[in-house]
């Protein structure tokens, strides 16, 4: 059975979509989760472009990749100019990425009127490039840039670049549909054409502008590419890139290709919701396979077929990408996955009791009110527990005031922080003691983390070692502006574990006192 | 050149998305751009389904429909039950329309599994109902549920359904994907089988579950189909169905096919966006040809390329969908970006001017600060204009003060607004004059938004009409939690156009401030 090579460029084509705008610390966490996930390569980015992407490629060099091997972008030498005097070609070796793919263009119309030099210098400089990266140990792969159009302009061309690149040593010719207009019929002809005449593997690129780049990697597998370069979600500079969350699962499960094994294929909607969550964009439901409503049925009738046959109107079985089928009644938490959280915690609630009811109003109540449990389980088993009778907080607000203050400035003008005075003052009960105390902060919630902290850590110096690890906020009904309701994640930290609460409220400075104050009682609950 | 039909099922099969509700109104308006537009069929509904569904083919009976003919969906008769007393069919005639598209089991395993009748009385559902309705007059198309799976299980079963249904007078064949989960190469090979033995027309109805719904729809449509079922932006049930704006321009501009007038094509993206309005989701700026972000050019390379050569990363013309090509301003982006920007707003900007290099340095100041401007375009007009010597703002901040109270509570209850106090003072400078204002809100930026509104609306009255539409946050550095940089973008709206502002800071009472300030001058800026 034919291996495919997935090759994830979400760090560097996925980083143009609209809206995108990666940390380094975001490009680093997905690069662990895609080598988690059994990717073959991760392209990090195009060093020397930006300053983020070779502090990217410092830091990743440091990661052990247990699958992947790391690659860096670039273009190939510039026109009429020595290979190794090249700043971009310099850039790919300093990164120390043991692979290298260069952008070169194999289209003869795009070269004369684009690149505005010769075919000749074009072809040599492709070649130059290559022969000096193998020769300094790297795998190099070409980005056959416009490949599909130029096959179709001048098809000698595009080939001559390919043997070129191959003679060059290119370990693999990773033919592009660029402006992503190409239809299958022509991308699988002009893949036979290229496989029929390469040595080397053969990839492809694919974008979405015509809504076909699944298609249009998956008829070049058909016809011999056994490289597949896209992205998670599909993300992308315009309509972005071949979907990686599609194109897998249909290899392994329609195809039958050797791809991915299937205990991580599993974790493809786990790898989907990771992504969109680093990117701070809402996870899209209506994404194949892995989006929440993938398999989602609203019509009665294929509900009713559903409950006859599983693949009455189920493609796939969800399970085997991570997904769950759902039927479109309540978004809400169910009892029987209340009562098994309880357990789990060690909090035995009886299914009929008046405390598992009394919960579940609570829980769907809190629900309406904007808050969500499912990716903040501290601030779910807080609820829990609140819920038992004997249970007593570690310590209880009284009042809270936040002051911010912002002096002779130009508002247009982003500002330095001298100039902006947050102040939280607090008053909270520790063991029968009344705590006031007041605290500066780099912004309101700094202020009231600061100050709540220095009411507890007298009596909790255990609160010294938490840190907050992540601050999320969502707004929930777009349509009422500054009014709006909005939902706060805290992601905490002591070192050694993890864990998230929630706060909602319209005031977003509530909201993230929710979240905080959750945050601290969770750790000093667990520590009992 | 073949004449290809397109066959619209947004008000039906589009319905059925999570999230979707159409009005009767809703309908009626979507029917008439329809028609406009000029597709050949639209199918409007289930009668008997729902009260909303026979009163839209009522009203509906009144429209004068220029190009479509209308179509009511309903399914063939029950198991046992004559033909004549079946509610569903009879309520299919009191609809009216002139076409009914009946959707029958086309596959072996759904009929006797799903189904639970045998193969025989299936057969007999699909040929009693046509023969009836035709013999009423009506046209009849048989919506052949399930027939692609049903061909891998037992293809003659499944050609032995459409052949009683043509027999039965059935005018149409439409091949259903109903799960979405076919490959283009079944489709094609399934079409190809339909059409060799069909002496009646075939059509396509795919779904994108497989992220393949365009790809499987121009597959079948080379193997022979020629009427295409699809929805507006592939609205529909899961994943939707196959994307009409997708669709139409591939078959129109990549085939060659005859389906619709050049200038009826150049209003597809008014079409999507209308369709999107009446059913209440934000347009979807990455849809192919008719998304906002579908000729959008993000990296630098890819700017200066189209300035030497419009085809260099467009696959089409945009105009020819009625879309139109932009230009994001973001770190990924080159000075070619600003300029064309600058150029876009009718600043002029020559190239290596003083002027265009401190512009191109402080937007690269100021995103290394956390702004983003690629959705913010009216942020960045401002900074353009202010770089601009005789520039003069409409109005200057001098000071503000925000005060957030909560008082008495307990922190792990989400609170009502009655016990949170949030009021802002405001020292504004307009016109020369010196306002101080006050006013409290729900929540810190809504109360700074109402005071500084007081202090504008006496010399700016027109400031009445906008209103803040959207409001989003986020967190950029996520390791260091309640310190983080956060990014406020705002999108405001005046009721005819929208526009987009951003802030940022490490105090997010500050980063939505310098948002909302942009968003109210931007406008001033405009009116004058």
């Given at each position: 059975m034919t291996r495919i090579e997935i090759y994830d460029t979400t760090l560097r084509d996925g980083a143009q979509r609209e809206g995108i705008s990666f940390s380094v610390l975001d490009k680093l966490h997905i690069a662990q989760k895609l080598d988690e996930f059994g990717v073959d390569y991760i392209e990090g980015g195009w060093p020397g472009a930006n300053p983020k992407d070779n502090e990217f490629f410092q830091r990743a060099a440091l990661n052990h990749f247990k699958n992947a091997r790391l690659v860096a972008f670039g273009s190939t030498r510039k026109a009429g100019v020595a290979v190794e005097s090249d700043v971009n070609i310099r850039a790919l070796l300093e990164s120390g990425a043991p692979v290298v793919t260069l952008v070169g263009k194999s289209s003869a119309p795009q070269v004369e009127k684009v690149l505005a030099t010769s075919l000749e210098e074009n072809i040599a400089m492709v070649a130059d490039s290559i022969r000096y990266l193998k020769s300094k140990g790297r795998a190099v792969f070409l980005d056959a840039e416009h490949f599909f159009d130029g096959f179709k302009a001048d098809k000698d061309y595009s080939l001559k670049v390919l043997s070129a690149a191959e003679k060059a040593g290119a370990d693999c010719l990773v033919l592009c549909d660029t402006n992503g207009g190409s239809l299958p019929e022509e991308v699988?002809?002009?893949?036979?054409?290229?496989?029929?005449?390469?040595?080397?593997?053969?990839?492809?690129?694919?974008?979405?502008?015509?809504?076909?780049?699944?298609?249009?990697?998956?008829?070049?597998?058909?016809?011999?590419?056994?490289?597949?370069?896209?992205?998670?979600?599909?993300?992308?500079?315009?309509?972005?890139?071949?979907?990686?969350?599609?194109?897998?699962?249909?290899?392994?499960?329609?195809?039958?290709?050797d791809v991915i094994?299937?205990?991580?294929?599993?974790?493809?909607?786990?790898?989907?919701?990771?992504?969109?969550?680093?990117?701070?964009?809402?996870?899209?439901?209506?994404?194949?396979?892995?989006?929440?409503?993938?398999?989602?049925?609203?019509?009665?009738?294929?509900?009713?077929?559903?409950?006859?046959?599983?693949?009455?109107?189920?493609?796939?079985?969800?399970?085997?990408?991570?997904?769950?089928?759902?039927?479109?009644?309540?978004?809400?938490?169910?009892?029987?996955?209340?009562?098994?959280?309880?357990?789990?915690?060690?909090?035995?609630?009886?299914?009929?009791?008046?405390?598992?009811?009394?919960?579940?109003?609570?829980v769907k109540q809190l629900e309406s009110m904007g808050f969500q449990y499912e990716n903040a389980e501290a601030s779910f088993d807080l609820l829990v527990h609140r819920a038992g009778p004997g249970y007593r907080a570690p310590f209880e607000l009284i009042d809270f005031m936040v002051v911010i203050e912002k002096r002779r400035r130009r508002p247009t003008i982003a500002c330095e922080e001298e100039e902006m005075m947050s102040e939280a003052i607090v008053k909270v009960r520790v063991n029968g003691e009344v705590m006031h105390t007041a605290a500066e902060g780099n912004g309101p919630v700094n202020a009231l983390d600061l100050a709540l902290r220095k009411a507890l850590l007298p009596y909790y110096p255990a609160l010294d070692a938490v840190k907050l690890t992540d601050f999320k906020v969502r707004v929930l009904e777009e349509s009422t502006g500054t009014e709006s309701l909005v939902r706060v994640l805290i992601e905490s930290s002591n070192g050694a574990e993890e864990w998230h609460t929630v706060g909602a409220s319209a005031n977003l400075i509530e909201a993230s006192w929710l979240a905080l104050v959750d945050s601290l009682e969770y750790f000093l609950l667990n520590r009992k």
């Open positions: 699988g002809e002009a893949v036979r054409a290229v496989v029929a005449v390469a040595g080397v593997p053969v990839g492809i690129h694919a974008h979405n502008d015509a809504e076909l780049a699944v298609a249009n990697t998956l008829a070049a597998v058909r016809a011999g590419a056994t490289q597949v370069q896209g992205t998670v979600n599909g993300y992308g500079e315009r309509c972005g890139n071949a979907n990686l969350c599609s194109i897998i699962p249909a290899l392994k499960l329609k195809i039958g290709l094994d299937d205990q991580r294929l599993s974790r493809l909607a786990d790898l989907s919701h990771f992504v969109s969550e680093a990117a701070n964009l809402a996870p899209d439901p209506f994404l194949p396979y892995v989006g929440h409503s993938a398999f989602s049925h609203k019509a009665g009738l294929h509900v009713s077929g559903l409950s006859r046959w599983v693949f009455a109107y189920q493609h796939i079985d969800p399970a085997a990408v991570g997904n769950k089928p759902r039927t479109l009644v309540s978004e809400l938490a169910g009892r029987a996955n209340i009562i098994q959280r309880a357990q789990e915690i060690g909090v035995a609630l009886s299914p009929r009791s008046a405390e598992a009811q009394s919960l579940l109003e609570r």
